[in-house]
C-alpha cells in the first residue's frame, strides 16, 4: 500500500503562483508514475499533469505552460509548480501514486487532497 501525503495549498490571487508537495511511502516499487489531479466543486476530478520515473511528462492543455511537475526520486517526492493563477484552477488538488505499463494506467494510492483557492 501507497501512502501519499500533500501540502502546499492556499488562497493566492488571480496571477500568483503555488507549489504543491506529494511525499510517498510504502509500498512504492510498483510506482513508475506520479500525478496530479483536481476536482472543482460540482465536477469530475480531472487530470492535470503527470511524471514518469524517467521524467516524462504530460499536461492538461488547461494548464501548458503555466503549470510544472517535477520530482526528487530521492526523497519520493512530486511537485506541482502552478503559477500565472486563474480562478478556473480553484479545487481540490491529489496526488496519484500510479503504475503505467503500455496504454493501461492504474492508480495505487491517492492523497488526502488539498485545497486551491485562486481569487479574481
Known amino acids: 500500500q501507497v501512502q501519499l501525503v500533500e501540502s502546499g495549498g492556499g488562497l493566492v490571487q488571480a496571477g500568483g503562483s503555488l507549489r504543491l508537495s506529494c511525499a510517498a511511502s510504502g509500498s512504492i516499487f510498483s510506482i513508475n508514475c506520479m500525478g496530479w489531479y483536481r476536482q472543482a466543486p460540482g465536477e469530475q476530478r480531472e487530470l492535470v499533469a503527470t511524471i514518469t520515473s524517467d521524467n516524462n511528462t504530460n499536461y492538461a492543455d488547461s494548464v501548458k505552460g503555466r503549470f510544472t511537475i517535477s520530482r526528487d526520486n530521492a526523497k519520493n517526492t512530486a511537485y506541482l509548480q502552478m503559477n500565472s493563477l486563474k480562478p478556473e484552477d480553484t479545487g481540490v488538488y491529489y496526488c496519484?501514486?500510479?503504475?503505467?505499463?503500455?496504454?493501461?494506467?492504474?492508480?495505487?494510492?491517492w492523497g488526502q487532497g488539498t485545497q486551491v483557492t485562486v481569487s479574481s
Open positions: 496519484a501514486a500510479e503504475t503505467v505499463i503500455g496504454t493501461i494506467r492504474r492508480i495505487r494510492g
